[in-house]
């Protein structure tokens, strides 16, 4: 069993943590000594300041280290000790505390064992429609969030089904169990619910503003929190993507959030409220409806009408974790109203764990964008399953490391904690680890270049969301088109257009709207621009659409060179050049189809004479 985990970032621990650590602070002594005699290293001296809460301070003197911390602080300090050591870096000085207070990872576990999106195994802890785990996997991965300071886990898909019924007795003693599992690691629960519910337990009626419906919510949240006292919250999709909601009843998505936030509040729990809003049975011929306005004129409306335990979550971008998007307007827009980022650890649409994608260099642009003061918490689909090392893709063990780096330190540099990654992961050669860092420094410009020219997105496959399929999306349903035809491609989302752009406070949407200052890397999500368009440096855009996939796919064969290179531990090296051999094949059927098709539509020839098939 998970021989492998014990090679990612903590390679100092191979003891399982005993069961009879029951809190955090049990957890930290344990932690510190196994680590201190792995390392060999004089032991700190431990001293619990529970005023600190999750902060930390790790001091030196003749006396001797000192660590002292709050709840789960200390734990946090020791795991910044004993990494700090084993990278050979100087400890962190002064008070360490997490920018954000939540840092939540959302598993989208199904209680018959499967994952929505998951690549990496079945869930750790469904199966057959139960909760089960092993014990010492849920302590191997409960230690590895703590060293980087995840302290919510949302352990069921927010399409819920059966696990609806997590929330009922017969299920409650199973979810008190892993909570108690999770709890020595500073790891709280959080359960995804089901807006109409309370139909399924003869209540008649799941309107927001029925007595009855406020009622039995109230008494669920007693039953769940007498179970489970510290659950962090309730976590909701609703009226999306077919999932009951508010809408139903004519209430608005501030009449559902508050009525579950009254719900939860007595117990000290959050209640948050996905964005992820829009309608996904539009019909393409109609051009007026523009996707990724919908979640800003659902909820800017609505700013300071939720309840103070209500937290927003909105995805980063106004579509769907694409591989470039904008940021999403909805989080400049509700200043009255607490916000939580949504990130995608998963690797839905960038390259499921098999493409290598990591994610920092994107968080700190997006930190760039947005100040990341403008949200007080931060969410991530989780990358998580049964796989031995946890991540299916070795390397993308990095963005879950790096999600935690980034949640306590949003404008942390990418390339500083893919470096610590790779130091505490494998022990390579300098040379070595500074080309695998600067291969996944590279990843995703490399992945964006093969599969979506300047910001178009949606060329996916359908359903699966890997591979390409130019036009897979384009007469469907879900709002998702590029409108490519003879001349022209992309959609213009500016004043003259759909009018998206006008979401933005003054400055960004100036930014966008005009094709001088509007990045190359987004011209055509806000723009309709003709093949012959001369981009900033003299290319055609249909030119620039050749060559950024013939460069795709080439840096992406130089990034299995780069792979072969490195004497990576035998396991991850086979696993990671298996992974490889499937991402060339994927780059170039990117290339090949991608640039068939606009030579199709276009046909205009490439410049330099490559093959494009026709
Ligand atoms: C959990 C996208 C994904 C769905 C996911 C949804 C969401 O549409 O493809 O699998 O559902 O986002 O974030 O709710």
Not at 22 to 44: D, F, I, R, V
Not at 141 to 153: C, E, I, K, Q, Y
């Amino acid at each position: 069993m998970s021989e492998k985990i014990y090679r990612a970032w903590l390679p100092f621990l191979d003891a399982d943590v005993p069961e009879t650590c029951k809190t955090p602070a049990e957890a930290a002594e344990y932690e510190l000594e196994a680590g201190c005699a792995a390392l060999k290293l004089p032991e700190p001296r431990l001293e619990a300041d529970p005023a600190m809460g999750e902060g930390y301070v790790v001091s030196g003197g003749d006396g001797g280290t000192v660590i002292t911390g709050g709840e789960p602080g200390l734990l946090y300090g020791v795991y910044a000790f004993l990494m700090a050591k084993a990278a050979g870096e100087d400890v962190p000085a002064g008070l360490q505390r997490p920018f954000y207070g939540l840092r939540m990872l959302n598993c989208w576990d199904n209680a018959d064992g499967t994952i929505e999106r998951g690549y990496s195994g079945r869930s750790l802890w469904f199966e057959g429609g139960r909760l089960a785990w092993d014990g010492a996997r849920i302590r191997q991965l409960g230690r590895l969030l703590a060293s980087v300071g995840v302290n919510v886990l949302c352990v069921n898909n927010v399409n819920v089904r059966a696990e609806a019924e997590l929330l009922i007795e017969d299920y409650l003693d199973e979810l008190a169990r892993l909570a108690a599992a999770f709890r020595p690691f500073g790891v709280r629960l959080m359960v995804s619910i089901d807006f109409s519910r309370p139909l399924a337990h003869g209540v008649g009626t799941a309107d927001p503003l029925d007595e009855g419906v406020r009622r039995w919510w109230k008494q669920r949240a007693d039953a769940v929190w007498r179970a489970v006292p510290d659950l962090a919250g309730f976590l909701v999709k609703a009226d999306s993507e077919h999932r009951p909601g508010p809408f139903t009843y004519g209430r608005s998505h501030a009449d559902g959030a508050n009525m579950l936030a009254e719900a939860v509040a007595p117990h000290g729990g959050v209640l948050v409220w996905r964005a992820f809003v829009y309608n996904c049975q539009q019909d393409w011929r109609d051009t007026a409806t523009d996707r990724p306005m919908a979640a800003y004129d659902t909820y800017a409306p609505l700013d300071g009408q939720f309840a103070d335990n209500v937290i927003l979550q909105v995805k980063h971008g106004p579509f769907d974790f694409q591989v470039r998007e904008p940021v999403s307007p909805t989080l400049y827009a509700m200043p009255r109203t607490r916000l939580a980022l949504e990130l995608q650890l998963a690797q839905e649409y960038t390259g499921h764990q098999i493409d290598l994608y990591a994610m920092n260099p994107m968080w700190r642009e997006l930190a760039e964008e947005l100040p990341p003061e403008k949200v007080c918490a931060v969410a991530a689909v989780s990358n998580l399953g049964r796989d031995a090392n946890y991540t299916g893709h070795p390397f993308a063990a990095a963005n879950l490391y790096g999600y935690g780096r980034y949640a306590w330190q949003p404008r942390v540099s990418p390339r500083e904690v893919l470096r610590r990654w790779a130091r505490l992961t494998y022990a390579l050669p300098e040379g070595q680890q500074d080309a695998l860092v600067e291969m996944l420094m590279g990843s995703r410009g490399v992945y964006e270049k093969y599969i979506a020219p300047l910001g178009l997105c949606w060329m996916v496959c359908p359903g699966v969301h890997y591979g390409p399929s130019p036009c897979g999306y384009e007469y469907d349903a879900w709002g998702t088109y590029h409108r490519a035809n003879r001349d022209a491609v992309g959609i213009d989302r500016t004043a003259k257009g759909t009018g998206y752009a006008a979401q933005y406070p003054a400055q960004i949407r100036d930014k966008y709207e005009s094709l001088e200052t509007c990045p190359d890397n987004l011209k055509l999500f806000f723009h309709r621009l003709r093949y012959d368009y001369v981009m900033a440096d003299g290319r055609t855009l249909i030119q620039r659409i050749y060559d950024d996939h013939f460069e795709g796919c080439a840096e992406a064969e130089a990034m299995a060179q780069t792979l072969q290179t490195l004497s990576l531990p035998a396991e991850d090296g086979e696993e990671a050049r298996l992974r490889m051999e499937k991402q060339l094949a994927n780059a170039r059927q990117w290339r090949d189809v991608v640039n068939t098709f606009f030579h199709r539509l276009s046909g205009v020839d490439d410049a330099r004479g490559r093959k494009i098939y026709d």
